[in-house]
């Protein structure tokens, strides 16, 4: 910004040390537009809190101001990594490998995201930060591929996908933006869960029934360990706790949307999600795997959906690629990765190995007798998060038969 006064950045390095920066942080969020609620000061607070250290790597909280007055946070983690089968430090967002991070970061003034990787770059050792959720068209993006030409860091990027359901015309305009088959699938699943028993939904959500917020924790902790997944063993207390303290800090605001679906009084699934500006962010979801033949979790999702819907909530957003959720989504959002790799040995020898094994796989998929061997064919549709950019189904005729989102990746993973 011309005639601005340079941007300082400080970097805190355990989790106390950012409770000095609360309410400044908090003021930021009120007038940043560009965010989502995982760049929140309780968010990532709360995060950080539970998370940090062996599970989820060091604290590394970028503190930037102008003068006096804050400007923009980064809320990033250094931690061990492996890329390519190189051991590497990686720097990356925080909230569980940064499938959902962002800057928090004053609008229209990238030169705080510059600011950012200038001071890592000085200050910091690592051989590659790895960025998740960036429009390629946006100027934060370019300020990164301006950062590493700056400094000699490597740049690669790479798309990621997450779950959107459009929720902008009602539930009911959500279904007939579906296939007919899916709406019969809906039906069909109502049924199969009235005759396993008598189902109910409840649980907080949003203003409604806050008195019951605590009782609620147990209940989703109580679920989580009778998933196919713990299998009736203790949930982790990092996990426990992060749960807890989220829903604590967020339900007295009427931003926790967390149905629980039981049958016959048996808690079968339950679905938490934090509501901010029209959106609805999932966090955690499980089902108890004793219902597993009701796929109790298909059913939830669609009466939360329609809980949303009739709170005048637009959209709902899951980040990640997972093949479970083409059931419910109608779209999957298109971003960026980003990668800059340091001039270190191990970050050399791991781009370089990503990009000879790339080279092969390319090699060993080409059809037969393709003529246009070494091109990339791939073509993106980039859709960005609703709160920068309106969503658009992905693919036009044929690449989303029957209005179900095409699944963009089977390497996906998400964190819910």
């Known amino acids: 910004m011309p005639g601005a006064a340079p941007v300082r950045v400080e970097w805190r390095r355990t989790v106390p040390d950012i409770d000095d920066v609360a309410p400044e ?3 930021l969020e009120t007038v940043v537009r560009a965010r989502t609620v995982f760049s929140t000061f309780d968010y990532l607070a709360t995060w950080y809190r539970h998370y940090a250290g062996a599970d989820g790597g060091q604290p590394l909280i970028g503190v930037a101001r102008r003068g006096t007055r804050l400007v923009g946070i980064a809320p990033l983690v250094v ?3 492996r890329l390519a089968r190189v051991p590497i430090t990686r720097i990356n967002f925080a909230v569980h490998d940064a499938h959902a991070g962002e800057f928090l970061a004053q609008d229209d003034d990238p030169t705080i995201v510059s600011a950012f990787i200038d001071s890592l770059v000085r200050t910091v050792r690592f051989d590659v930060i790895c960025l998740n959720g960036f429009d390629p068209t946006s100027d934060p993006f370019r300020a990164l591929q301006q950062a590493g030409c700056d400094h000699r860091l490597a740049f690669e990027s790479a798309p990621q996908f997450h ?3 459009d929720l902008r015309n009602g539930y009911d305009g959500y279904c007939r933006a579906m296939s007919r088959n899916f709406r019969r699938s809906v039906k ?4 199969r869960v009235a005759a396993a028993g008598h189902p109910i939904v409840d649980g907080v959500f949003l203003e ?3 008195d019951q917020y605590e009782d609620a924790i147990g209940r989703f902790i109580a679920i989580t360990e009778a998933s196919y997944k713990l299998k009736g063993q203790r949930l982790a207390a990092c996990h426990r706790n992060f749960l807890s303290e989220l829903v604590r800090r967020f339900a007295p605001r009427g931003m926790v949307a967390s149905p629980i679906l039981s049958i016959d009084g048996c808690d079968a699934a339950f679905l938490v999600g934090l509501v901010e500006r029209g959106c609805f962010y999932d966090v955690s979801l499980a089902y108890a795997d004793r219902f597993a033949n009701l796929s109790p979790g298909t059913h939830l999702m669609q009466k939360a959906l329609q809980q949303l819907a009739r709170a005048g909530v637009h959209t709902m957003m899951s980040h990640g690629a997972h093949e479970y959720k083409r059931r419910w989504s ?3 959002v298109s971003t960026v990765q980003v990668l800059l790799f340091a001039r270190t040995i191990r ?6 190995i990503r990009s000879s094994l790339g080279r092969v796989v390319r090699h060993l998929n080409r059809p037969r007798g393709d003529t246009h061997a070494g091109r990339n064919h791939t073509t993106s549709s980039p859709c960005w998060h609703p709160a920068q950019r309106a969503a658009h189904r992905i693919g036009n005729a044929g690449a989303n038969k029957g209005n179900r989102a095409t699944h963009p990746s089977t390497a996906g993973r998400t964190f819910l």
């Open 347 to 352: 970050a050399t020898a791991s781009r370089f």
């Open 79 to 81: 931690r061990p990594a």
């Open 208 to 210: 409604e029934r806050l």
């Open 163 to 165: 779950a959107l359901a």
């Open 188 to 191: 069909r699943q109502a049924k």
């Open 330 to 332: 109608t779209a999957f």
């Open 25 to 27: 942080w908090r003021e």
